[in-house]
């Protein structure tokens, strides 16, 4: 079944454990959380206390996404603070540093995953997969929500779902930036299975029916 991670980037921050409950309710499978420290990518988000507070006030699975330098500084931190899987971009640092990371995550129990960005190659994966539970292809540039969907990314996601047929085929394959009802079947298409989705579902006012048509769209 294709799993929907709504993103709590495009949510409203004053009432956001309102808006997680709502998304729990409306059939939500996952909570996508990014982090930026502002030097990986140009923007900063959120940290340590919003993980910790999510985690308290709800039992959604939490998907967290380090768009951070160096990840290995603070894996085991989101790890602790309350994070069921932990993504880190291969680019943040050195291959041997970013497996490191990941080992940190499994040590606390906890699943992995490795992002590549508009401009990696899908085989950037390659060292990692005997590693991780995911594998995330970004069709936007981090850093921003609300930015269009880049179709040039649909015959990358194919190569990693091969790659990841050939030699983790456990892995799920998640998309993240511009997802949406009309580009929701064009990535699940390519072999994705776990969605992100920001202002396709925060940004609607009838959140179960977004989510049943990014889901459910042929």
Not at 104 to 115: D, E, F, L, N, P
Not at 141 to 152: V, W
Not at 189 to 195: E, S, Y
Request: aromatic share 6%.
């Amino acid at each position: 079944m294709i799993k929907i991670a709504p993103s709590i980037l495009a949510s409203d921050f004053c009432k956001l454990g309102a808006e997680v409950s709502e998304i729990a309710a409306a059939g939500a499978d996952w909570l996508h959380v990014d982090v930026m420290d502002g030097l990986f990518v140009p923007n900063i988000s959120v940290g340590f206390p919003v993980i910790k507070s999510l985690r308290k006030s709800t039992g959604m699975f939490l998907d967290v996404h380090l768009m951070i330098e160096k990840p290995l500084r603070y894996a085991e931190s989101f790890c602790q603070t309350g994070a069921d899987l932990v993504n880190v971009h291969v680019e943040a640092d050195t291959e041997e540093n970013i497996r490191a990371a990941l080992a940190a995550i499994r040590g606390q129990g906890k699943k992995t995953g490795v992002t590549i960005k508009p401009h990696t190659p899908a085989e950037a994966i390659l060292p990692f997969v005997d590693c991780v539970d995911l594998v995330l292809v970004m069709t936007v540039e981090p850093g921003f929500g609300g930015q269009s969907f880049m179709e040039d990314q649909l015959p990358k996601i194919k190569r990693v779902r091969e790659l990841l047929s050939q030699y983790a085929p456990g892995c799920d394959l998640e998309v993240d930036g511009g997802v949406d009802e009309h580009t929701a079947p064009l990535c699940v298409q390519a072999g994705a299975n776990v969605l992100v989705a920001g202002s396709a579902v925060f940004g609607k006012a009838d959140r179960a029916a977004a989510i049943r048509s990014i889901r459910h769209n042929p």
